[in-house]
């Protein structure tokens, strides 16, 4: 069982920047391709960025040029840097841990970001 513990979540007005971060208990933290997540009220869980542990990043198209996922493996987390942000990207945000060849899947808490003037 891995423990996925988010934190950086606000409020921020339009056009600033927060940095979201997920802390991983795990000790083999290099398999897991780990993600960013959000909902919306009244909207589906959707993806945000993914990271695998070699480096390779993923993008949703709303967010690409502004967002920035990467990862520490030698301190088991994971980070989100999110850049302009905008009233849209308003949702709880949940980190993902997806484990290599298994596909084993854990989900943190979630923390909500709030971009509003």
């Known amino acids: 069982q891995v423990q996925l513990v988010e934190s950086g979540g606000g409020s921020v007005q339009p056009g600033g920047s927060l940095r979201l971060s997920c802390a991983a208990s795990?000790?083999?933290?290099?398999?897991?391709?780990m993600g960013w997540y959000r909902q919306a009220p009244g909207k589906q869980r959707e993806l945000v960025a993914t990271?695998?542990?070699?480096?390779?990043?993923n993008y949703a198209d709303s967010v690409k040029g502004r967002f920035t996922i990467s990862r520490d493996n030698a301190k088991n987390t994971a980070y989100l840097q999110m850049n302009r942000l905008k009233p849209e990207d308003t949702a709880v945000y949940y980190c993902?841990?997806?484990?290599?060849?298994?596909?084993?899947?854990?989900w943190g808490q979630g923390t909500q970001v709030t971009v509003s003037s």
């Open positions: 993902n841990a997806v484990r290599e060849l298994t596909a084993v899947t854990y």
């Open positions: 795990t000790s083999v933290f290099s398999i897991y391709t």
């Open positions: 990271i695998t542990g070699g480096g390779r990043t």
